[in-house]
């Protein structure tokens, strides 16, 4: 797991927290933050998994010469 990967997830929890809190307060602007923060670290996490996938498709090459 690299650091994208991670700060995405967290991002993502974060985002959750957010949008229900926002629910829960009737709080339209807090519950679009945690929206915006959610579908951010989506976009980190799978970054991170398209650079984990470089890395190791490099490596297999690298190790089989």
Do not use: C, H, P, Y
Request: proline share 0%.
């Amino acid at each position: 797991m690299n650091d994208d990967q991670t700060k995405g997830r967290l991002d993502q929890l974060k985002g959750e927290a957010k949008k229900q809190f926002g629910k829960m307060t009737d709080n339209e602007s807090m519950e679009a933050e945690g929206r915006m923060d959610k579908g951010k670290g989506k976009v980190q996490e799978k970054t991170g998994d398209v650079k984990e996938s470089i890395s190791r498709a490099f490596n297999d090459t690298v190790d089989d010469k």
